[in-house]
């Protein structure tokens, strides 16, 4: 399992300040990349990350002209939706002016399983090239997911696999990376705000092996969490 290095935040405005500087920082320091290959940047859906992605839009940062920006996941949804984590992440894609061929998105315009297997030769074609894959965003929801691996058989059909098609909860369709995808990720940060997410988090730090979210990375030797201290508080005790 990770090594796992917490840091708390005392508001939700002072952790959108600080994802807002380290995602700066990450695109910027793609103008001087390292060790060859196409910097990669993941980022997540949600609505955590996104008051930091609209303020790193209005800061507008430089970048090197290999930026390669992917996705952890997107619910199967067409690309103009408001539920889609592609459409939500507009403005920054924008803003840094990115071609297509630097943004690798899930092709929800295909059927579910041809997406999910588009998605996943991109990400093949992605890693044969060497391209690191530095800053990768991922968020923990109230059941202990994260991006759209939800349940234990999430992580068995994703054996094998970059990316894979699933049946979300909530009913919807999706479409997410897997474990041995996430393997190559240099650095993970799992970004966690709002209330009722005590019980995951605290499985994630307790290291607890039915932690659906620690198990997605646990070939990664170390992984980031970064806390809100609203989402750690237990909910009160009915009387």
């Known amino acids: 399992m990770p090594k796992i290095d ?3 935040f005392a508001t939700r405005a002072e952790l959108d300040a600080a994802l807002a500087e380290r995602l700066e920082q990450a695109i910027r320091a793609t103008a001087t990349p390292s060790g060859g ?11 955590t990350p996104l008051p930091a992605y609209r303020e790193v839009a209005r800061r ?11 996705y952890s996941d997107d619910r199967y949804v067409p690309a103009d939706s408001d539920a889609s984590n592609y459409h939500a992440t507009r403005p920054l894609l924008e803003a840094l002016a990115l071609s297509e061929a630097q943004v690798l998105r899930v092709r929800t315009e295909l059927p579910l399983e041809e997406a999910a297997r588009d998605y ?10 060497g391209a690191p ?3 990768a965003l991922l968020g923990i929801g109230p059941d202990g997911h994260t991006a759209s691996l939800f349940r234990p058989e ?5 054996r094998g696999h970059l990316a894979i098609a699933v049946q979300r909860p909530d009913g919807m369709q999706g479409i997410s990376v897997t474990p041995e995808f996430l393997a190559n990720v240099a650095e993970p940060l ?3 705000a709002g209330s009722g997410k005590h019980d995951a988090i605290a499985a994630f730090v307790g290291q607890d092996p039915d932690s659906v979210a620690l198990r997605a ?14 989402a750690e508080l237990a909910a009160p005790k009915a009387k």
């Open 6 to 8: 917490v840091r708390r």
């Open 190 to 192: 799992f970004v966690v």
């Open 217 to 230: 990375v646990a070939s990664c030797p170390r992984v980031e969490l970064w806390i809100e201290r609203a």
């Open 60 to 70: 507008k940062p430089s970048h090197g002209d290999k930026l390669t920006i992917i």
């Open 154 to 158: 999430h992580l068995r059909q994703a």
């Open 120 to 129: 996943e030769s991109s990400l093949r074609t992605l890693l044969s090239t």
């Open 37 to 47: 290959g196409a910097p990669v940047i993941m980022l997540s859906g949600g609505h």
């Open 133 to 135: 894959i530095g800053l």
